[in-house]
């Protein structure tokens, strides 16, 4: 049954009658190493060689006016267009973010601004920029957990009389 071996072959991508094996690109195709994509690199504004690491808190911020998008460079007669056609307009690569510095030892909530891909820049965030985020107030307890959970929460930062920690 030689018309059942040609069909075989063509099926698997050779040429009927050929008996050499496909052996993959060409010459000209040839493939390049994978590389993997880099880490976003987020540096401390008080020590510029410490990387700080995010614990994924993180609020994007929103602008309500042109004046705000024309401080951002965008000209006068484009930010009133595009504030009339969005009331509210969330920025995509700016954002508060809460950022751990091993030097400082504390987590801080930081400005990030995107850059590129892997390049940001960062700086602590001011007071007027929580202005800016949508409902969210870091010095205001949240009204919405007990009175017991916060006391259970902040019974970790309590220290004893002699200045040890009661746990841990």
Same mark, same amino acid.
């Given at each position: 049954?030689?018309?059942?071996?040609?069909?075989?072959?063509?099926?698997?991508?050779?040429?009927?009658g050929s008996d050499h094996t496909h052996q993959?690109?060409?010459?000209?195709?040839q493939r390049l190493p994978r590389q993997r994509s880099r880490r976003r690199e987020l540096f401390c504004p008080a020590h510029r060689e410490q990387k700080l690491v995010g614990n994924g808190r993180k609020y994007f911020l929103h602008l =309500?006016? *042109?004046? +705000?998008?024309k401080q951002r460079g965008m000209p006068d007669g484009k930010a009133r267009l595009v504030i009339n056609a969005f009331p509210?307009?969330?920025?995509?690569?700016?954002?508060l973010e809460e950022l751990f510095c091993a030097d400082c030892g504390a987590s801080r909530w930081c400005h990030v601004v995107? =850059?590129? *891909?892997? +390049?940001?820049?960062?700086?602590?965030?001011?007071?007027?920029?929580?202005?800016?985020?949508a409902h969210?107030?870091?010095l205001v307890a949240n009204p919405s957990v007990g009175q017991y959970t916060a006391q259970q929460a902040r019974r970790l930062s309590r220290k004893r009389s002699d200045g040890k920690s009661w746990f841990g």
């Open positions: 049954m030689p018309g059942d071996n040609r069909l075989f072959k063509t099926r698997l991508g050779m040429q009927a993959g690109p060409g010459p000209q195709q =309500l006016t *042109a004046e +705000q998008l509210v307009l969330v920025l995509s690569n700016e954002w995107r =850059l590129d *891909a892997v +390049q940001h820049s960062v700086r602590w965030a001011p007071r007027e920029l929580w202005l800016q985020v969210v107030d870091p």
